[in-house]
């Protein structure tokens, strides 16, 4: 009997280091990366379909305790070919198949197949879009890109977008990485612009809040959003100094829209309240994570133009209906509105993750403007002098071909048929006695 060759130990050496960074170790590595690559690439529901999510039977527990290993092995534990194997055999096969058709109850979903082209293609620039110096044309693309769905959401003239589009001390808007983080922006900007600089006063982002407060003469600041609203409003209350506690949850109708009446009564009995509070900003769902409602725009935009209140939409998931010619109506007043978010990853079928917030006021950024000696100098035109993020991936460039590939008709398609059976299975479910429909879906989220 001809004893086994024993399996040679892998060792990290400047060759070795080398070859893994420039190319595949060996034809092995080669080969197997084109056969997953190519069924990835050119045949996505298929390799869905056959390697992902179908290990219902194997607890989270018994998966978990798969994974107890703290230690990073000082020497290579593994060539590419047996990683790239372990991540399509072992680890796929227990993720979510959030293209299957049996897959419902989240906003996440399948992505077309030449997203994951497009991603590879980012990843593989690798540009760091707040900075000139590693984007350069992304930069430019970006601006552009904003522009347009700015475009779509708040339709000003031809004039404005030639004006603006490019004028690097101009933003109509930026990416970040989700929607959370949109959501914190639009506030942050509020916040900053609320409390301005005035009489020595240096402004609430130099002085904090409590000088704010004592300059402007309050107590505190809140904000006002329907018991629908996204946590990351919570979040955002934390996080600026405002406190979660006075992120006012306000009552909603029976269609789960804020009920404007008891918002009115809380503006009342906040202006009319014995401690100085001042209202930060009017939150408006478009597409609410529960129930897919739709707060209405139009008459919220009133309100807060009538308190010189900050009105902020979160349109993470509502705001692609814009494509459509048949149901954009249902987003009506977003153009009034001070900052939106969408998110990209939601109805624009982007891989995760990809958040977008716009502003009204193509200067207003402004406020939370952000300079150092290495980068986002004065005069320059990085985009990150006026973002939370420090890096971020070239997801415009991704949204930008997404929106050359389907046009907006493309998504309207999309958007309408989600709507209109969503609708058709809300009649379904109202004919049978032993269902019930907990609000009339507005979009295309069925509650």
């Not at 990416?175 to 301005?196: P, S």
């Amino acid at each position: 009997m001809m004893t086994p060759t024993p399996k040679k130990e892998l060792v990290a050496d400047w060759p070795a280091l080398i070859r893994t960074f420039i190319r595949p170790e060996d034809d092995h590595a080669r080969s197997t990366l084109i056969k997953y690559m190519e069924q990835i690439l050119f045949g996505l529901q298929d390799f869905l379909k056959k390697h992902v999510g179908f290990t219902k039977e194997i607890s989270l527990k018994d998966l978990a305790d798969r994974f107890t290993d703290s230690l990073i092995s000082k020497n290579p534990e593994k060539k590419l070919a047996d990683v790239i194997t372990d991540l399509v055999e072992d680890i796929a096969p227990h993720a979510v198949n959030v293209a299957s058709p049996y897959f419902v109850g989240h906003m996440t979903s399948a992505i077309p197949f030449f997203m994951v082209h497009l991603k590879t293609i980012v990843a593989a620039l690798n540009q760091n879009v707040v900075k000139i110096e590693t984007s350069k044309v992304v930069s430019v693309v970006e601006k552009q890109v904003l522009a347009k769905i700015h475009r779509l959401i708040y339709k000003k003239s031809d004039e404005f977008y030639d004006k603006h589009i490019q004028d690097p001390g101009i933003t109509l808007g930026c990416f970040i990485e989700n929607g959370t983080l949109a959501n914190i922006t639009a506030l942050w900007v509020a916040r900053n612009a609320l409390f301005a600089p005035k009489d020595g006063f240096d402004g609430m982002e130099k002085e904090g809040m409590q000088a704010a407060f004592k300059a402007y003469g309050i107590e505190k600041c809140v904000v006002l959003v329907s018991k629908r609203g996204h946590y990351s409003f919570n979040k955002a209350g934390g996080l600026l100094g405002i406190g979660n506690q006075n992120i006012i949850a306000v009552d909603v109708d029976k269609n789960n829209r804020i009920d404007l009446n008891s918002l009115q009564k809380t503006i009342k009995e906040i202006k009319n309240g014995a401690t100085g509070t001042a209202i930060l900003a009017i939150v408006g769902i478009a597409g609410t994570t529960e129930t897919g409602s739709v707060d209405p725009l139009l008459k919220l935009a009133k309100i807060c133009a009538e308190n010189r209140i900050h009105f902020h939409v979160d349109a993470a998931w509502g705001g692609p209906i814009l494509m459509s010619e048949k149901y954009s109506h249902l987003l009506k007043g977003i153009e009034l509105a001070d900052s939106v978010t969408i998110d990209g990853h939601k109805q624009f079928y982007m891989p995760m993750s990809c958040g977008m917030v716009y502003f009204k006021d193509p200067v207003i950024l402004d406020t939370i403007i952000y300079h150092t000696h290495y980068v986002n100098r004065p005069g320059s035109v990085d985009l990150g002098i006026k973002s939370l993020s420090g890096s971020r991936e070239a997801n415009s460039l991704i949204l930008d071909s997404a929106l050359k590939i389907m046009g907006s008709r493309g998504y309207a398609l999309l958007i309408d048929h989600g709507i209109e059976t969503a609708h058709e299975f809300a009649d379904e479910i109202e004919k049978r006695p032993y269902f019930q429909l907990v609000t009339p879906p507005e979009l295309n989220i069925l509650p």
